[in-house]
């Protein structure tokens, strides 16, 4: 085989392996980590649902504004074309083997837009069932596209869906 043919085979070769990494390194690196073992990578797509309620942070003023409070998260878990699961409050992670996670916030940074909601680390606090969530240690929600609220809301207790798309990496302890 000649050099030249070589180095081409090579650098397809490597190509190949780049697009077969996970998505994880396209945004905010700060949130990325490489602890524990991948069980599974999962798409998101669905709404994040705010509710309209008195600005609590501003609790000195009488005349509070309402703001749009975040309230749950909806989404469908699909890998490819195929519905594999749903995520919802708590946060929660339900796979359609009969296995679930919990989890706990312990790290955010900004999407990458001004329109996407944050980047996250989260601890598994709960599980259930058995099955390919089972030994989730750690999720990470990366390549967040849409979901926040904008603007102001009128009417308090009234509710607003915002699209959002998002990767769930699944990873359980080495």
């Not at 602890?35 to 509710?51: D, K, M, R, S």
């Not at 339900?94 to 001004?114: A, C, E, R, Y």
Request: proline share 5%; hydrophobic share 35%.
């Amino acid at each position: 085989m000649n050099i030249g043919l070589k180095v081409l085979l090579n650098a397809t070769s490597l190509v190949s392996v780049l697009l077969a990494l996970p998505a994880l390194a396209q945004g905010p690196s700060a949130l990325v980590t490489e602890n524990g073992t991948i069980i599974a990578t999962l798409h998101a797509e669905g709404a994040q649902v705010y509710e309209c309620k008195p600005d609590a942070s501003n609790a000195a003023s009488q005349a509070q504004a309402l703001t749009w409070q975040f309230r749950e998260p909806i989404a469908t878990l699909t890998v490819g074309r195929q519905t594999i699961g749903r995520h919802y409050a708590g946060p929660n992670w339900d796979h359609v083997d009969g296995s679930g996670v919990k989890g706990k916030v312990i790290g955010s940074t900004p999407g990458t837009t001004l329109s996407d909601i944050p980047w996250l680390n989260l601890e598994a606090t709960e599980h259930r069932g058995n099955g390919i969530l089972s030994d989730t240690a750690t999720i990470q929600r990366v390549n967040t596209r849409g979901g926040l609220a904008k603007g102001s809301c009128e009417s308090a207790g009234s509710y607003l869906s915002v699209p959002y798309s998002a990767d769930y990496v699944f990873r359980r302890q080495n």
